[in-house]
């Protein structure tokens, strides 16, 4: 499985649930996900209104001082592929989550192989992190 199926799911049915369920909602509008591939997995599950699939123009990450340190956001901006239109939808991501730590540590290792501790230090690896 290759670096962009990891990060962004593979099209498993059920993604959806695990997406929707993931934590409770912080500021309304906020989608709570606890990984990345929870956003393209809720984006796959949720297409536009003419059926179409979406597609990233353009992502942003950011904080909000009215939710904790760990909390990102993640402004993706998309345009359907089929009729155009385009949306904005806002993922509430909890970087502390067993599942973020996971995906960050295949991404280091896939960039960087095996020697991603000893570039990166064992204090700042995803695994070493609680």
């Known amino acids: 499985m290759g670096l962009l199926s990891r990060l962004f799911g593979n099209g498993e049915p059920g993604a959806k649930g695990a997406a929707s369920g993931a934590m409770p909602r912080g500021e309304p509008g906020h ?3 606890a990984a990345v591939s929870e956003e393209y997995a809720w984006l796959r599950d949720n297409a536009c209104e003419c059926g179409g699939e979406w597609s990233l123009v353009q992502q942003s ?3 909000s001082p009215a939710l904790p340190e760990h909390l990102k956001l993640d402004r993706l901006e998309v345009a359907c592929d089929d009729c155009g239109r385009e949306s904005v ?3 509430q991501v909890d970087t502390h989550s067993p599942q973020y730590l996971e995906e960050q540590q295949a991404m280091m290792k ?3 192989g095996d020697d991603a501790d000893a570039l990166f230090g064992e204090e700042d690896s995803p695994s070493r992190r609680s």
């Open 110 to 112: 896939e960039l960087f």
């Open 89 to 91: 939808f806002t993922f």
């Open 31 to 33: 989608i709570p996900v």
């Open 61 to 63: 990450v950011s904080s």
